[in-house]
């Protein structure tokens, strides 16, 4: 199917822990994003991509860190997760026009 | 930091009635994007209008832009229960194809 998908959906896990969120869009499109969702803040931008082999940080990089080998594939991994960690996920990537299409989302619960 | 502040933060109406949305903004920009956001959804990109435009149409929306003021403001006519959602500006003020996202408002209608 095309378009955007998140994996997975849903992810409880404790302190400490690495936890990878994946990311697949089929339209090839250039930039994919990474935001998180907290209450009160909105969206903020954690990494972007350009291109497969080019990411930088958004605005809260701190704590997470990002991978593209593939145009298609943008992973999340947090690599000792906290408990402020805890967050909806939203992956994106940019079409025409500038519209970016978002991911359905992942849940995060870090206890 | 946050560049688009969405008034008012919640907006409740009964179907039929027209919803009107604000944006405010901090910097020049060269497009203005809304998106809507379905409770436990990614966010989905509704109309664009470029700094150069000052009202644009699409269906039951009108969106209106004032660069002098840096504000915008989305108009839904004739709302249905189904325009239930969270409303976000968004803005790429580095035309780097990074979006900045206001906090959004919450919008009920109720049948």
């Known amino acids: 199917d095309a378009g955007i998908t998140q994996s997975p959906r849903y992810k409880i896990t404790e302190t400490g822990r690495q936890v990878t969120l994946m990311c697949h869009q089929t339209w090839s499109h250039s930039y994919m994003f990474w935001y998180r969702q907290d209450l009160g803040h909105g969206l903020r931008l954690i990494y972007y991509?350009?291109?497969?082999?080019?990411?930088d940080k958004g605005e809260v990089p701190d704590g997470y860190v990002v991978s593209r080998s593939k145009t298609e594939n943008f992973p999340l991994t947090l690599e000792s997760a906290t408990r402020s960690q805890t967050s909806v996920y939203f992956c994106?990537?940019?079409?025409?026009?500038?519209?970016?299409?978002f991911g359905p989302g992942t849940r995060l619960t870090v206890l | 930091s946050q560049q688009g502040e969405e008034d008012p933060q919640a907006l409740s109406i009964q179907e039929g009635e027209n919803a009107t949305m604000n944006c405010s903004y901090k910097t020049s920009i060269n497009n203005l994007q809304w998106y809507r956001q379905n409770s436990g959804r990614g966010l989905v990109h509704l109309i664009l209008?470029?700094?150069?435009?000052r009202e644009k149409h699409s269906g039951r929306l009108r969106v209106t832009l004032d660069t002098s003021k840096k504000s915008s403001s989305l108009l839904i006519t004739a709302s249905r229960a189904a325009d239930t959602a969270s409303y976000f500006c968004?803005?790429?003020?580095?035309?780097?194809?990074?979006?900045?996202f206001g906090t959004g408002t919450r919008l009920q209608v109720f049948p």
């Open positions: 968004a803005t790429d003020p580095d035309n780097t194809d990074k979006l900045i």
């Open positions: 991509s350009a291109a497969a082999d080019i990411t």
């Open positions: 209008i470029r700094s150069n435009e």
């Open positions: 994106a990537s940019t079409g025409e026009l500038d519209t970016q299409y």
